[in-house]
């Protein structure tokens, strides 16, 4: 017998599909394979739950949580995380006990993780997932369309000191304020590890939103840089053709991670933006990150997170940057939000006339 004829569907009927996992058809889902040594990124792999540890939860594709049982057969993707709070995971698959690295679905063997955070939930893999064919199932073949860039809607970058920084906030608040102001927004996650949080931070402020598992990545870390340009351009690009005239796109993590400097250093993504909002936990942090972003040669034209949530901090970052410290309700104003957009749009344009 080999590993492809073990067939797949009525082990599956009951699993639980994880987000990162959301694009795919499950009725492809054919047979097992547990060839382990082929497993790249984004493979889709059946596991079993053997004890429940920090991650609780499974986030399932359709956007809500699911209690984890010992026993319960998920259905995860193989991938990096990259997350200083949490788990440092590296995309490896073999046949005995793995590690769930992020609720949205992410497993493999974690190799460091943050003090306060309890022993991963282990799982059991049973086997990669295959299609009718035999190939196994990988959420890149599931990805919207590539698109050529698009150059016509304004862009807004949303950055931030850290993890935990306060960059959905932002995000989610920035571009509900700009859709109050008349604008037409959608928001994109461009980088990160699959999770539903900042997706439907995005839909509860009333904006559509996509995130680069859209883009065929279960996550971004130790992706090229290349290939994650290449999402950018087709989700800004999708999110025109479907209206929007004004795009928030956040980037995960702070300054420092891999990728991030990547994008600030030379990519098509810093080019591309038309203005940048920072988030940063304190005055440090906000004062640490407008040097990090001139030393790429940006600036921000605000900055926002859990510094704007105190008086004294916004009071101290404000003085040390000469930056607008504003918090969600400010960015929920559109009177506020349509004065700092436009007219550092306007400077850009003007300056590259």
């Given amino acids: 017998m080999t590993f492809q004829s073990i067939h797949a569907t009525q082990i599956l009927a009951n699993a639980k599909w994880a987000f990162t996992t959301r694009r795919a058809n499950k009725e492809d889902a ?34 809500r949580n699911s209690a984890s049982y010992p026993g319960d057969l998920v259905v995860l993707c193989l991938g990096d995380r990259y997350a200083p709070d949490q788990f440092h ?11 769930l690295a992020a609720g949205g679905g992410i497993v493999g063997h974690v190799v460091a993780a943050h003090q306060r955070m309890n022993r991963p939930t282990s799982v059991q893999p049973l086997g990669l997932l295959t299609n009718a064919q035999g190939k196994a199932m990988n959420v890149a073949d599931y990805a919207l369309p590539t698109k050529a860039p698009n150059n016509d809607v304004t862009v807004i970058g949303v950055f931030g000191a850290s993890m935990n920084s306060g960059k959905t906030t932002a995000a989610a608040s920035l571009a509900h304020g700009l859709r109050r102001a008349g604008h037409t927004v959608a928001g994109i996650k461009a980088t990160g590890t699959g999770a539903f949080g900042d997706f439907n ?102 900055i926002s997170g859990m510094v704007s949530c105190s008086p004294l901090a916004s009071a101290e970052a404000a003085q040390i940057t000469g930056l607008p410290i504003l918090s969600r309700e400010e960015l929920w104003d559109r009177a506020v939000v349509s004065k700092l957009v436009a007219r550092h749009v306007r400077q850009l344009a003007l300056s590259a006339a």
Avoid: W
Wanted: hydrophobic residues 40%; proline residues 3%.
């Fill in 89 to 99: 995971c590296k995309a490896e698959l073999k046949d005995g006990p793995m590690q």
């Fill in 201 to 302: 931070a995005f839909e509860d402020a009333g904006i559509p939103v996509t995130d680069f598992t859209d883009a065929g990545m279960a996550t971004t870390y130790k992706m090229p840089l290349e290939r994650i340009e290449r999402g950018f351009d087709t989700l800004v690009a999708t999110a025109a053709e479907n209206g929007a005239n004004m795009v928030v796109v956040e980037i995960a993590d702070g300054v420092f991670q891999r990728e991030t400097r990547a994008i600030l250093n030379q990519s098509r993504i810093r080019e591309r933006l038309d203005g940048i909002l920072f988030a940063a936990p304190d005055a440090l942090g906000a004062f640490g990150g407008v040097t990090v972003l001139e030393r790429y040669g940006l600036s921000p034209f605000a």
């Fill in 30 to 63: 054919t047979y097992l394979n547990k060839d382990y040594k082929t497993a790249v990124v984004g493979d889709m792999v059946l596991c079993k739950i053997l004890e429940v540890g920090q991650h609780k939860n499974i986030q399932l594709s359709d956007r």
